[in-house]
Structures are given as C-alpha cells and as structure tokens.
C-alpha cells in the first residue's frame, strides 16, 4: 500500500511537470512567434518597398511595427476597423505601404468610438499607447479644441494609435469624416487583407473607394515620386493620365507615345521582348476601345488577370491577352467581325462556339480559325497576335444544359488552366469593375485576388511562373 501511494504521487508529480512544462512551452512558443514576425517578415517586406531619402526605411520599418501592434490591440478587443485614405491607396497600388507614407490611416464606425475610450485607460503596452480626442462625438472638427498639456495634437481623427519611440501613428477616422458618402456595400462585409505581409481589414470595395475619394488617377499611379533624393510632387498632371484613359478630353499623348511610356516599366529579358509587348499592349488598348464603343461585356483572365494582379500589368514574358465573357454574348462578337471596324485589327469567331466542349470542335485552318478552345479571337492581321476570348457560362457543363436552367444560376463556369470545368461564385465575377492594366482602360472581374488564387494557388498572386535566366524567360520552380 506504502509503494502504491508512492507510486501515485510520483505519477501526479510528473503530469504536472509536464503540464507546466507545456504551458511553458506554449507561452514561449507564441512570444517567439510574434518576435519573429518582427524582426525576420518585417525585414523580408522592407527589401521590397523603395527608400529615396536616408530616414525612409527606419520610418517603414516603424510604421510596419506600429500597424502589427494595432493589428494585434483590434483583434484582441474585436474593435472593427478597416484601412482607409492613403494606406488604401498603397494596398491597391502595390498591396502594401507607400514608401513615403509619414503614417498610416483606418476608419472606425462613429458609435464605437466609446469602445476606443475603454482601451485608453489599460496599461497594454510600454512601447505604444491610444489616445482618443476628447470631443470625439462633435462631429465639426472646426468646433473641436487642441488638448496639448494631454498630448492631444490633433483634431481632426477621432482618435491615434501612437508609436512613442519612433515617433509614428496611426490616425483612427470616423466613418463620417469628409462628409463624402458612398454606398454601403463598398465597405460591408469588410474583408482579410494583407498590407506589406500584415493582416488587416479592408472594405469590400476599396478600388471603387479610392476612385470615389481620389479620382480614377488613384488606381494608376502615386502623385509623389523621388526626385533627386527627396520624395515631390510628380511632374506629370495626374488628371492628364486620367485624360488619356478616358480619352474625354484632348490628350497630350497620341496612342503610339502612350504605349511607349507604358513600356518603360516593362523588363525585357530576349532580344524580341519589346516588339511584342508593344504589339500586345496597343492590342489590349484597341480591344478596350472596341469593347467600349459597343458596349461588350468582359473581363481580364487567366495570365493576363495574373499580371494585373501581380504587377497591375503586362507579365513581360505573355505570349498573348486573355479575356473571358459570357458564351451567349457571343452572337455580338460574330455581328461586329462583320463590320470593317478596322485595317488592323480583325475578329474571327470559331464556327463551332456552341459546342461546349472544345474537344468536339474542328479547326477551320483556310478560314484563319486555328483555334478551338476560345470562342473567339481579336487578331493583329499582321503579327498575328491575339486577345484570346474565352466563354463562361451560367450553368456547368458537366451537370446540366443551357435549356435547364432557365434563371441565372448563383455561379459562372469557366475551364481552368487544366481545361477543368470550374464553378465559382457569380460576384467573384459581377460586378465588373474599371481597372487599369498597364496605364490601359480595361474591365476586371470584382474579385480578381480570388479567381488567381483559385485558379493557380495562392503563389501566384505574388510570384511569376517565369523568370529571366541568362537573357532567355525559364520555369520559375
């Protein structure tokens, strides 16, 4: 009996020291993680943002750390906010900081602000600290007062997440601030995003946001540029960018100088990269015009929406341009090839369209259609190069037909790059939305990070399935 009750204590002993072994573990496990995130990712995303002047990347680097600290406050206290103004403006131009950003703006509902107010008054960190104006509910930022003796020095934010040792913040707007309405949905449901490798919340929106706020200049360039080691206003007039897209007003650019500035931001890798690229992307530029002036109804995919999404343009190594539309516009296609719309551009459609599954259709080599997969084709007569037009359908082939579903169905179906049917959800598609594909006027799918990511994996909404080698475009494995 002795040895049994030494048995069992020695037992109880050793699963407590495991399990305090484990809470150890545990404990040390998640602060190393968070340390980590700190010193290595954030390091990792700094090589990738441009510096001009000499305090720039310690400026970065800060604004990173005081953006994880506010991401990790927000989600341990459920305060709902989603990133707004210029830090927007950097996620949809290059889905992280702008290099010059001084701070970093979010929004917050009005009505919880008074949750703001709880947080001041806890001790939750040394390094950083929330202050909240104290006529936050005034919503007249002219009848609000500077409270300085209270480090108050601002009166226009609700509110500041303040980083006291590098002397940033973060600036906590009230959703009411410029008084400038938008639709609710371009907010709500707010959506996972990630800023410079930082998970935040974006509205559901944030292109027609920024367009709403700034401008259609807001989805092609910043206005400030590093001139001579200090970060100025761009020379360029933005609204003659805006000009030459809409083509509403005269434009300083004819469309041969357009694409030659365009260019510039392309790299080239083989001797003959150039001359093709000029050919696609004044291909896509004449396609858009076509597209506009009768109204057609489609959108960038597979590698051309890779590269939009990717570079917000022409991947340099494309062999061609990819859009899709729906297969029962396609009568439209067949009525304006008919037309002498141009002398160097001309549309051929396959015959045999109708047929859903490309594999049982013929090509139709003596009348220029050497293709099957796409519906149809916007030909260079030329050089031969072309948009590829690909259909989408309102059912799936593999389970019903046109004439069983009479209603619009919640999906669309298109083939992956496999040539498998794939289902996906109708407003990953609708609404469409005007984007800018190299400085080009096009039309994209609402929700173009989605269908890459479904398509060809999550890598590809970062990393390019080619690189340069050796003056030749190889596998990037």
């Known amino acids: 009996m002795r040895y049994y009750r030494i048995f069992i204590a020695i037992t109880i002993a050793f699963i407590f020291g495991i399990v305090l072994i484990f809470n150890n573990y545990q404990t040390f496990s998640y602060s190393q993680i968070i340390l980590a995130y700190k010193k290595n990712s954030i390091e990792k995303v700094l090589v990738q943002i ?5 305090d720039d990347r310690a400026r970065q680097r800060a604004l990173l750390h005081t953006l994880l600290q506010w991401s990790q406050l927000a989600q341990e206290h ?3 906010y989603w990133i707004a103004y210029k830090t927007l403006l950097g996620y949809v131009q290059r889905d992280g900081l702008l290099p010059h950003a001084l701070n970093l703006d979010i929004l917050v509902m009005a009505q919880d ?3 703001l107010a709880e947080l001041c008054t806890l001790n939750f960190s040394s390094n950083y600290e ?9 919503v007249e930022k002219t009848k609000r007062s500077y409270f300085n003796q209270e480090g108050i020095d601002f009166v226009e ?15 906590i707007w009230p959703i009411n601030y410029k008084w400038k309405s938008s639709p609710k949905e371009w907010t709500f449901p707010l959506q996972k995003c990630l800023l410079s490798g930082i998970k935040v919340w974006c509205p559901a929106g944030p292109e027609k ?3 709403h706020l700034y401008g259609q200049s807001f989805l092609i360039k910043s206005p400030i ?18 000009t030459t897209h809409t083509q509403t007003t005269t434009t300083r650019l004819s469309d041969e100088e357009f694409i030659e500035k365009i260019l510039k931001s392309v790299p080239i890798c083989e001797s003959d990269d150039r001359d093709r690229q000029r050919y696609l992307l004044s291909m896509v530029q004449a396609w858009s015009h076509l597209a506009e002036k009768y109204n057609i109804q489609y959108w960038l995919s597979f590698g051309t929406l890779v590269g939009y999404v990717q570079r917000r343009g022409l991947l340099p190594h494309d062999l061609d341009i990819d859009v899709t539309m729906l297969s029962s516009d396609t009568p439209k296609l067949i009525e304006i090839s008919k037309l002498n719309f141009s002398s160097t551009y001309e549309i051929k459609v396959q015959p045999q369209w109708k047929i859903v599954d490309e594999l049982k259709r013929s090509y139709f080599r003596k009348d220029g259609i050497n293709f099957i997969a796409p519906n149809a084709r916007f030909i260079h007569q030329k050089t031969r190069y072309h948009v590829d037009i690909f259909p989408a359908y309102d059912f799936n082939p593999t389970y019903a037909n046109e004439s069983t579903e009479m209603q619009q169905s919640e999906n669309l179906t298109v083939h992956d790059n496999n040539y498998h049917w794939l289902s996906y959800p109708r407003n990953w598609t609708y609404p469409l939305v005007t984007c800018y594909f190299s400085e080009i006027q096009a039309l994209c799918p ?12 999550a890598s590809s909404l970062t990393k390019s399935d080619k690189k340069c080698v050796n003056g030749s475009w190889v596998r990037n494995s």
């Not at 441009?50 to 000499?54: A, D, E, Y």
């Not at 609402?446 to 994996?457: H, R, W």
């Open 50 to 54: 441009p510096t001009c002047t000499p």
């Open 113 to 115: 602000t008074s949750h």
């Open 225 to 242: 540029e590093c001139i001579n080691g200090a970060w100025k206003k761009s020379h360029e007039d933005i609204s003659t960018i805006e």
């Open 78 to 80: 459920n305060i709902q």
């Open 130 to 138: 929330l202050k909240l104006h104290p006529q936050w509910f005034i």
């Open 157 to 171: 934010p609700n509110a500041r997440f303040i980083n006291r040792k590098d002397h940033v913040h973060i600036n």
């Open 446 to 457: 609402a929700e173009p990070k989605k269908l890459v990511e479904t398509i060809y994996g």
């Open 209 to 211: 946001i920024g367009v």
